[in-house]
């Protein structure tokens, strides 16, 4: 499992949990809504992180994920 089996290789298109559930594009230049609660991107982030590789990333690999996703 990865991050795009959820949120596909492109974030500004939709994404799908695993019981097919729409989620919202991750992109910030498509979903004006996105990391701008610190509680819910914290609560997200930890989570998904936990699911794809096991533990909690640190702050570095968790500030580094964000970049990126800023910058789509
Ligand atoms: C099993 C499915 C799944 C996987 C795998 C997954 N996510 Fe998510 N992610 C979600 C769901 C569901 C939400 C919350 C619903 C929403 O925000 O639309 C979410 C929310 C987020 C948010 C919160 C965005 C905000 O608005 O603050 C971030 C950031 C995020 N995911 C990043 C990641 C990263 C990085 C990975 C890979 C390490 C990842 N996700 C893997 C399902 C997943």
């Not at 809504?33 to 998904?48: C, D, I």
């Not at 570095?60 to 970049?67: A, Q, S, Y």
Request: net charge positive; charged share 30%; hydrophobic share 30%.
């Amino acid at each position: 499992m990865s991050c795009a089996t959820c949120h596909t290789a492109d974030l500004k298109k939709s994404g799908k949990t695993l019981v097919g559930k729409g989620i919202d594009p991750l992109a910030p230049s498509a979903n004006k809504n996105r990391l701008v609660s610190v509680k819910e991107t914290e609560k997200w982030l930890s989570r998904n992180f936990k699911q794809v590789y096991g533990r909690e990333g640190t702050p570095r690999e968790k500030g580094d994920v964000l970049k990126f996703i800023s910058a789509q």
